[in-house]
């Protein structure tokens, strides 16, 4: 599935890769502790560079963040503000600013993480350009289950 040309999220749909606005990155940066438990170790750097989101019962984002010199980890991130919720769905080390985003059941600190997912990235990302596109969606994870409940007798 192809990654959409708008800059604007659609319900279950991905937004277009794009460098963080002063507000976003703010709000990533907020998810530090979460990634840190997630990756066993603490980070001095730890700045978001490039992002893509998806409207669910909450909000998925993909994130990648310079956490060294020439270091970078993707993050996949699902939260719930209104249920102060935030999880990390796909995590993935070692990485660099070009590497495309790629997501696995071995990377991912959650129970139900995505298969897999992949976004890749211009090499001469410069600006935080981001081009390429996503698996097809998943099945939606046990805690996405139970709150997705919840609109059924607004549905019906």
């Given at each position: 599935?192809?990654?959409?040309?708008?800059?604007?999220?659609?319900?279950?749909?991905?937004s277009?890769?794009?460098?963080?606005?002063?507000?976003?990155?703010?709000?990533?940066?907020?998810?530090?502790?979460?990634?840190?438990?997630?990756?066993?170790r603490?980070?001095?750097?730890?700045?978001?560079?490039?992002?893509?989101?998806?409207?669910?019962?909450?909000?998925?984002?993909a994130?990648?963040?310079?956490?060294?010199?020439?270091?970078y980890?993707?993050?996949?991130?699902?939260?719930?503000?209104?249920?102060?919720?935030?999880?990390?769905?796909?995590?993935?080390?070692?990485?660099?600013?070009?590497?495309?985003?790629?997501?696995?059941?071995?990377?991912?600190?959650?129970?139900?993480?995505?298969?897999s997912?992949?976004?890749?990235?211009?090499?001469?990302?410069?600006?935080?350009?981001?081009?390429?596109?996503?698996?097809?969606?998943?099945?939606?994870?046990?805690?996405e289950?139970?709150?997705?409940?919840?609109?059924?007798?607004?549905?019906?």
């Amino acid at each position: 599935m192809s990654v959409p040309a708008s800059s604007h999220s659609n319900a279950g749909g991905w937004s277009e890769p794009k460098a963080p606005s002063q507000t976003k990155t703010e709000q990533f940066k907020g998810f530090k502790d979460v990634v840190e438990t997630c990756a066993g170790r603490k980070f001095d750097t730890f700045e978001p560079v490039l992002f893509a989101e998806q409207v669910v019962a909450g909000m998925n984002y993909a994130i990648k963040y310079k956490v060294g010199d020439e270091e970078y980890i993707h993050v996949q991130i699902y939260n719930v503000p209104w249920l102060n919720q935030t999880e990390v769905t796909g995590f993935v080390d070692g990485q660099s600013l070009q590497s495309p985003f790629e997501w696995s059941v071995d990377g991912a600190c959650a129970q139900d993480p995505p298969t897999s997912s992949e976004i890749e990235v211009d090499p001469e990302v410069l600006d935080g350009a981001l081009v390429g596109g996503w698996s097809e969606p998943t099945a939606p994870s046990q805690t996405e289950r139970e709150q997705l409940k919840g609109f059924k007798d607004v549905v019906e």
